[in-house]
Nanobody, 125 residues
Framework: QVQLVESGGGLVQAGTSLRLSCAAT????????MVWFRQAPGKERDFVSS????????YYADSVKGRFTISRDNAKNTVYLQMDGLKPEDTAVYYC??????????????????WGQGTQVTVSS
């Protein structure tokens, strides 16, 4: 079992930055591809970004490409999402997830094996 806890969310102005963290306990995350999803009010939970087991390969949704950066520190059992150039449309609850799936294909919530409770990100204009 892996327990995931997200942190770092908050209320920020458009154009600023936030860094989300996802701390894992229970098992090392080095065996999992790690993924960030987000869910805006009234919308489905959407893929944001994924990262391979070593961190060598990363994948992004088109909507965040060039603005968000995913990274991981397996020694700290933590995954990060650096969000720059935030826009009001980035407002959502952000979820961290772990999966045995290949990171290139890890873009469906139904395929996640473990997930956290989420952290709210609100971007004001």
């Amino acid at each position: 079992q892996v327990q995931l806890v997200e942190s770092g969310g908050g209320l920020v102005q458009a154009g600023t930055s936030l860094r989300l963290s996802c701390a894992a306990t229970g098992r090392p995350i080095s065996s999992y591809a790690m993924v960030w999803f987000r869910q805006a009010p009234g919308k489905e939970r959407d893929f944001v970004s994924s990262i391979s087991w070593s961190g060598a390969h990363t994948y992004y949704a088109d909507s965040v490409k060039g603005r968000f950066t995913i990274s991981r520190d397996n020694a700290k059992n933590t995954v990060y999402l650096q969000m720059d150039g935030l826009k009001p449309e980035d407002t959502a609850v952000y979820y961290c997830a772990a999966t045995y799936a290949h990171p290139a294909a890890a873009n469906k919530w139904a395929d996640m094996d473990y997930w956290g409770q989420g952290t709210q990100v609100t971007v004001s204009s």
